[in-house]
Each structure stands twice: as C-alpha cells, then as structure tokens.
C-alpha cells in the first residue's frame, strides 16, 4: 500500500490537489503496479512563515 505525503506551500485550490493526487495514483498504478485503492495521497499545506530555504523564511521572499 504505497503512501505518499506531500508538504507543499499553503494556496493550492482543492481542485490542483484533487489533479495532483490522480497524477501520484495513475503513475504509481502504472510504473509500481499498485492498485487505485490501494494509493493513499496526503497534503500538508506549510505556511510561508513555517518554510526557511537558505536561511530566508518562505515569506520574506
């Protein structure tokens, strides 16, 4: 049973998670030889105010 987390930057719609969670599915079913049901997909939306790259805090940017 394959469980991917993904931590991305917090603003994505709905819509873009819903596409992005086929997108892991469809490839995992097809390049690992999972089954749908067996994929599960979860989001962590970070605030920019919890991200530092480079010592820069996300949000200074």
Do not use: H, W, Y
């Amino acid at each position: 049973m394959p469980v991917v987390n993904i931590q991305l930057l917090e603003g994505r719609s709905v819509e873009q998670k819903a596409k992005i969670a086929k997108a892991v599915t469809d490839i995992l079913v097809e390049i690992g030889g999972a089954r749908p049901e067996a994929v599960t997909v979860i989001f962590s939306d970070i605030k920019k105010s919890d991200l530092a790259v480079g010592g820069k805090l996300a949000s200074e940017k």
